[in-house]
Each structure stands twice: as C-alpha cells, then as structure tokens.
C-alpha cells in the first residue's frame, strides 16, 4: 500500500478483555516495528521483526503482550486481559531494511476502561 | 544507555518569526540522530536526519538542524514558519546502524497567526 496502514483507529475495551491491534506494513518492506507512547510521551519501543522473524522483543512491558509477523507482512499486537495503564497509542512502523529510513502509521489509540 | 531530552514541551511563535526547537542526547557510544514531525491525525513523518559527515543537515518543509558533539545537541530550527508548522516535533536517537529508537517527549509548536 502507499503508507503504512493500522487498525482499528481507534479501539475502547473493557479492562480484563483481550485486544488485537493490527499492522498492514509498506509493500516490499523487510522490517516492522511496534512502538507504544503514552500521553505526554515520545514513542517507546516494543518490539522488532525482520521478514517474519521476532528479532527484539525487549520493549514488551510483560507477558500479556505479544506480538506475531507470521508471513512477513501484517503484524498482529496481541494484549491479553487489559488493564488500564495499557492505555496509549499503539505505533506500528516499516523500513524497507533494518536501520534504513522508517515510515510510521497513524497509530492505533487504544482505551481501556 | 541513550536518552534524548526534549525541555521544551510547548513552544508558541508568532507566524514568519524563527523557532528553534532544543534538543539533548546523552549517549556514550556513536548515534544517529532524528528529528520527526506529528500533524493532527497523522502518523510520524521524518523532517530530517544525521549519520555523519557535515554537522548542519537540511530537511523538508524549510527546516534544518545543526549537530554539536561537544554539547550533544541536536537543535531543530527554521527562519521563519508558517501557520502549517503547527504540530508536535519529537527528536530521536539510535546507536549508529541499528533499528531501536529513542524518542524525546516531544515540543508543540504552536503558531500563532
């Protein structure tokens, strides 16, 4: 596609519910990032794949989050059983090579309550 | 580890008047060094970038910025803006040839007609 593609835009959930924010990347782009930035914050970094591997996950805050690039294009953001510090907006980025020029989609604002 | 500062969270000038947006990393290691712009509604775009070579790096849209090594700064600045530079900037840094990026907090600049 032209851009790097997220949705939904905008998703509320109740707190315990589990969520699944998705990410269509650039066509062609080999790397994918999930990043996450509360309000008042810059983007913080969540995870990394290369193609369909998980290269980084270290930015994951715990295990109800997960992530999955299973054929090395859409990527899936899993959290499990909300709560409400999980509350931000959800950043998904592509590179058509790992450190080269990265674009950002829209975001994904999610709220839970 | 890396940090970017951002101090200035709020910025408001006067329409065709300079700005200059501050920028400090701390990093004990070599960096790359960026500076993106948020429009409402829209995902994070690049304005500009330092690997190496000349310290003074030009961007889109007018904007240019200037890396000091001695200061570990990375001012974002343009000689006169417009009513469309309305939005939020954030600096970023990532260790030389590497894909992770850390994001300042971001500095609105408000202008003002």
Redesign the interface.
Known sequence: GAGVSQSPRYKVTKRGQDVALRCDPISGHVSLYWYRQALGQGPEFLTYFNYEAQQDKSGLPNDRFSAERPEGSISTLTIQRTEQRDSAMYRCASSPQEAERTFFGQGTRLTVV | AQS?TQLD?QVPVFEEAPVELRCNYSSSVSVYLFW?VQYP??????LL?YLSGSTLVKGINGFEAEFNKSQTSFHLRKPSVHISDTAEY?C?V?LS??????????TRLKVLA
């Open positions: 970017v969270s993106y509604n829209q995902g994070l775009q690049l970038k954030f970023a990532s040839g590497t894909y992770k990026y850390i994001f300042g907090t971001g």
